[in-house]
């Protein structure tokens, strides 16, 4: 796919990166010409433009990208201006970063795609990472019940996969394994790429590193880690 991202401090570039990484074609574009240059080596193309500028705005491919980003979120107007003018030139798709909830329901009234909010799902994830002991990230399913993905702790290492027994022992199902390998992306550089595992092979053994996503509620999940410390 092609993206067009918006706003490339910190959270824009190490979007852009990501993207870039999974082999999309990513577009740049920010005001900041220290933010242009940090990043100019790792997309395809970047642009240092103000998209609070019509004029400037009308030099971007537009209607070329399949969805638009603006991450944008240190400068409250520019974000909404920026928006409301890719919305009034016809752009489709538009994912946009919120950084508070009057901004988020400003957003709303736009009617677009999706609206961001990395500092909410951060502190989400720390308070998770503070009451279970480990780094994690997590989606929620219900009140109590997530999908975890989290480095394998030590230990599990050695064990073959189909011996973790993690459903048995601790009410947690294994929905996979991954192993980070470095990997070039569009640019030649080398960045680590999980590949997912085949935990169903008796010959797979849990390598320290290794990323495991698992369902289950909190209490399980941090009964499994109060047992195996």
């Given at each position: 796919?092609?993206?067009?991202?918006?706003?490339?401090?910190?959270?824009?570039?190490?979007?852009a990166r990501d993207l870039t990484d999974m082999g999309h074609e990513v577009i740049g574009a920010d005001?900041?010409?220290?933010?242009?240059?940090?990043?100019k080596e790792y997309i395809s193309t970047v642009y240092l433009i103000d998209t609070t500028e019509e004029a400037a705005l009308g030099v971007l491919p537009l209607k070329n990208v399949d969805l638009?980003?603006?991450?944008i979120g240190e400068n409250f107007g520019a974000s909404v201006k920026t928006v409301a003018l890719l919305k009034q030139n016809g752009v489709k798709h538009i994912y946009a970063?919120?950084?508070?909830?009057?901004h988020e329901s400003i957003l709303q009234g736009f009617d677009i795609d999706r609206i961001i909010t990395p500092e909410q799902r951060a502190a989400?994830?720390?308070?998770?990472e503070m009451e279970l002991g480990t780094a994690i990230e997590s989606l929620a399913v219900d009140e109590d019940h997530f999908v975890l993905k989290f480095t394998v702790p030590?230990?599990?290492?050695?064990?073959?996969?189909?011996?973790?027994e993690l459903e048995?022992?601790?009410?947690?199902?294994?929905?996979?394994?991954?192993?980070?390998?470095?990997?070039?992306?569009?640019?030649?550089?080398?960045r680590p790429v999980p590949e997912i595992l085949d935990?169903?092979?008796?010959?797979?053994?849990?390598?320290?590193?290794?990323?495991l996503t698992v369902f289950g509620s909190r209490r399980d999940f941090h009964n499994m880690y109060r047992h195996i410390k």
């Open positions: 796919m092609r993206y067009l991202i918006i706003g490339l401090g910190i959270y824009g570039s190490n979007l005001m900041c010409q220290s933010s242009v240059e940090a990043i638009v980003i603006v991450a970063r919120a950084v508070d909830k009057l989400s994830d720390l308070s998770h030590d230990f599990f290492v050695g064990l073959a996969y189909t011996d973790l048995r022992n601790y009410r947690l199902s294994l929905v996979a394994a991954a192993r980070p390998k470095d990997k070039l992306n569009l640019m030649g550089i080398a935990i169903n092979n008796p010959s797979q053994k849990v390598s320290t590193g290794d990323i």
